[in-house]
Each structure stands twice: as C-alpha cells, then as structure tokens.
C-alpha cells in the first residue's frame, strides 16, 4: 500500500503509472493498493511531482507536512475494517536549497511478491509519445465511446472480454482464491448492469500520457475518469480505464 496525506497539485506515480492526479481542494490523503501495478519482485518505483499552490512556491517548510509511506500486509482483507499493516519504506523528501516551482523527486523499495505476471508494457506496448497528439485523442475517444456504450446498455459479457487481461491482473495479484476471484468480478459486473442507462457524457476532459509513456487515459478536471454512471439517487460510480497500443497490431488494449 502506498499512504499518502498533503494537499497540493501533485502527481502519485508507480512503476510509471500515474495513480493519482491530485489538485488544490481535493482528498489530503488515502491509501492505494499497489499490487496490481507489480509484476515481479525486486525494485519498484515511486515518484511524486508536486508543483506550485496558489502562487506559492514549493519550499522546505511546506514539504514537511508532506506523508508518504509504503506499508505490506501479510494477511489483506477487503472485507475487513482492521488487518496488521508493516511499515516497509518511509519516504522522505530531500532539502531543496530554495524555494522552486516544482519538484520531482524519485524512490526505490523493493517489493517479495509470489507471483509472476507478464507486463504486456514492456514487451508490446508502443510509445505513444510518439503519437500525434491529435490523432493519439481520436483514438483514445473510440476507445473510451466503445467502453461508455457497453456501459450505458449493461453488457456485462463484453465488459468483462474487454477487461480479460487487467482482471487476471488484479485477481492474480491480489493473491484471490476461486471463491474470491469469483466475488470480485460479480461486484464488476453487478457495477456494470448498475450504470445501465445512467452513464454520464464523456466531456470536460483531457488526455493523460503517463509517466512511461505506454499508457493513456482521459481525465477530467479532478484527475478521476471521465467514464461515470449517476444513478436517479444522485450515486456516482467512476470507471477506470487504461489503455494502452499494441505496437505490432496497433490495437488499443485495457491494461
């Protein structure tokens, strides 16, 4: 897990994935699960890059109040309200000679899983730095008009075909036995039947390359998806989506 608590414009960056985009206003703190961005043991990789809030510069003081920690459970839980957590790494910033605009900053932690996932990314994945801009947001927006209507119509059959790969991922890495790999996609696709006529427009986004540029995503102005139901009781339900292109075929894929 990685528990963070600051508020700032900020990004939370695992493995080259872009975890959380953060902004003035929004949630000081939560904990994210990391296990599904792990394909291997041995090093993993976290960076933060904060920028400039309201005008202020970013200065030694300020980043005092910044918390980052990495934590492991040996016996997780979802259902759980309490399970034993070991601190494994405290991150901790360096001092900065004066106050800068922004700030990026890179650590390292090493991760004893018993698990082996092949990471599509490293492989197969194609630079999408290399995309034109305009042509890489036509794509995407298929892609994403594609997901949106198999949500707005509740086909769970092929949600779960599109999500085939990240499912296994998750379920894999969250150590899930049958019954419970067999729970978390029931809650899937019991989430998916729930945005059937409700999805949201697709609008006020922007296109998000992260960090390895490998992956892509639409955001909106909150660094949340943009795929999202509201139910008639006001319930909002958010969709992640990443994608990513598949260099020898040049389809885009859910990663």
């Known amino acids: 897990f990685l528990l963070f608590n600051f508020q700032a414009n900020a990004e939370l960056i695992f493995n080259g994935i872009v975890l ?4 003035e206003g929004s949630s000081t703190g939560g904990t994210l699960i990391l296990n599904p961005y792990i394909s291997n043991s041995g090093p993993q990789h ?10 202020q510069k970013v200065d030694n003081e ?8 990495i934590y492991y459970s040996e016996n997780y839980q979802e259902d759980a309200a309490d399970f034993p957590l070991a601190l494994c790494e405290k991150l901790t910033l360096p001092i900065y000679d ?32 290399e995309e034109h801009p305009n042509g890489l947001l036509e794509d995407v927006l298929v892609h994403y008009n594609r997901c949106w209507e198999i949500l707005n119509i509740g086909d769970t059959s092929a949600y779960q075909s599109l999500n085939e790969q990240r499912i296994f991922r ?3 890495s969250m150590y899930y036995t049958e019954k419970e790999k067999g729970r978390y996609q029931a809650q899937l696709l019991a989430s998916v039947k729930k945005a059937s006529g409700y999805m949201l427009p697709i609008a006020d986004y922007h296109l998000k390359i992260h960090a390895n540029g490998k992956i892509v995503s ?11 139901s509201q139910s008639e009781d006001g319930e909002v339900n958010t969709f992640g ?3 990513y292109k598949d260099k020898s075929t040049g389809e885009f894929k859910v990663f």
């Open 62 to 69: 300020w980043l005092k109040n910044v918390y980052l920690e």
């Open 218 to 228: 639409l955001l909106d102005a909150k660094g949340m998806s943009v795929l999202k």
């Open 170 to 172: 998750e379920s894999t």
């Open 241 to 243: 989506l990443y994608l």
């Open 20 to 23: 959380r985009e953060l902004h």
């Open 46 to 55: 976290v960076r933060l890059i904060i920028t400039s809030n309201n005008n």
């Open 98 to 129: 004066k106050p800068t605009e922004s700030i990026s900053f890179d650590w390292e932690f090493d991760a004893d899983i018993n698990y082996n996932i092949e990471n599509p990314l490293i492989e197969h994945a194609a630079n999408l730095l």
